[in-house]
C-alpha cells in the first residue's frame, strides 16, 4: 500500500478536523453548563444571604461581582482558545488531544468553582458593607471612626445602666419603664406642689387681711374708750415716719392743728366764711411744695380716721343724752342739734330736722299737754324748727309752759330747777 501523499493527508486531516469541530463544540457546551451548574449550586448553599443581598442592594450589582461575572467570561474563552488552537495541530481521535483538552476542562472547571466560592465571597462582604453603612446612617456619623467612637460611647452608656439597674434591682430593659413612671410621679408631684404653694399664698392673704381688720377693730376699740385728746395722740402715733418728715420740715402736728384751729374750720354756719375761702387760707398758709404726696395722703388717711372717730363718740353721746339739771329747753336743742351734726354727718337738713324732732319730743312726751308738741309733729315740713317755735311762743301763751315746769319740778330733787 502506497503511502498518500502529504497533500491529501493535509486534505483528509483538514476534512476529519472540519469533521470534528461540531463535536467539539457540544463537548465545550456540555462542560460550560457543567460548570455553570457547579456554580449555582455553590450560590444555593447561601440563600439567605442571597434574600438578604437582594433586600439590601437590591437589583444594583456591586463592583466585585461585576468584576467576577468578567472573570467567569475570560475563563470561558480561555477554554475555547486553547480547543480551537489544539485542533489546528492534532486531528480528532489523536491521543495527546484528548489529554489536553481533558486537563484544560479540568483546571476551567477547578476555576470557575473558585470563582463561585469567590462571588459568595463578594455578596457576603456587600451586604455587611451595606449593614455598616445603614448604622452609620442610624448613629449619625460620617465615617468609620466616627462611627466606632459612637460605639464605644454607647458601650460606656451600657455599662452604665447595667450597674444602675443593678444597684436598684432593675433590668436593664425595665430602666426605660422604670423611668417613664418616675416621669408621672414626678409630675404628680409637681403639681401638688404648685397647688400647696398656691393654697399656702391664699391663706396668707387671707391671714394679713384678718390681721388688718384685728389691728383695725383693736384701734377702734380704743379710740371709742379714749377721750377726744386721746384719740388724736393716738392716731399721730400710728404714722411716726410722717410725723419725722414733719419735724424735719420744721412742723409737728400739735403746731399744724393749732394753726388749724386759728384758722377756723369751715363749720356751715358761717354763710360769710365759706370753704373756698378756708382752702384759699390753708393753701397760703400751707403751700403744696412743703407736703410730699405721701404725706398728703396720709393725712387724708388720719382725718377720715378722725372723722369716724369722732362720730362714734357722737353716736354714743346721742345715745345718752337726757336733759341735766337746770339745764333750759333751749341749751338742749343746741346740745341735740350739734351731736346729731356729727353722729349722721351724711343726712341732709330734712332728714336732719326730723330726727331731731323725734328725739325731742321723746324727751317731752311725757308731759302733760303735750298735745301741742304732736300738733307741730304732724304739720308738714319742718317739725323741728315748728316744735322749738311751739316751745318757745305757744307753750308760755296757753298754760303749758307753768305746768311743765311744774311737772319738772316734781320730778327733778328738790333744789333742783328746769329753765325753758
Known sequence: MEPAPIGES???????????????????????????????????????????????????????????????KAVNNIEVRIVAEVSKVMRCGHPGRDKIEQVGRMATEEAMSELGTLRVRCKESAVVEKWVQIVLESLGCCSRAEGVERLAELLELRDELVGLGEAYGVTVEGLVQRFDELVRENALLQEEASRQRCELDELAEVKKRLAEREAGLLRLRQQVELPMGTVKESAAEEHPGWLRRQRIQGKDDDSRAQDSEQMGSPSGEDPAYEFDAFLES???????????????????EADRAEARNHRIVALGELKKLRMKEGQSVADFCVELERLTRHAHPHMDEAALDAQRAQLLYEHLAHWNDSYH?????????????????????????????????LLQSRQRPEGSSCQF
Open 282 to 300: 390753708f393753701v397760703l398758709k400751707y403751700p403744696r411744695d412743703s407736703w410730699a404726696g405721701a404725706e398728703r395722703g396720709v393725712a387724708v
Open 373 to 405: 308738741l304732736m300738733e307741730a309733729l304732724e304739720s308738714e315740713g319742718q317739725a323741728y324748727e315748728r316744735l322749738k317755735h311751739v316751745l318757745g311762743y305757744e307753750v308760755p301763751r296757753s298754760g303749758f309752759g307753768a305746768a311743765l315746769r
Open 10 to 72: 493535509i486534505t483528509s486531516g483538514q476534512t476529519c478536523a472540519d469533521r470534528d469541530e461540531p463535536a467539539e463544540s457540544v463537548a465545550v457546551t456540555d462542560s460550560r453548563r457543567t460548570r455553570d451548574t457547579n456554580m449555582a449550586d455553590v450560590e444555593m448553599i447561601a440563600d439567605d444571604l442571597e434574600e438578604e443581598f437582594r433586600k439590601l442592594c437590591g437589583e444594583d450589582q456591586p463592583a466585585s461581582l461585576q468584576a467576577c461575572d468578567r472573570v467567569r
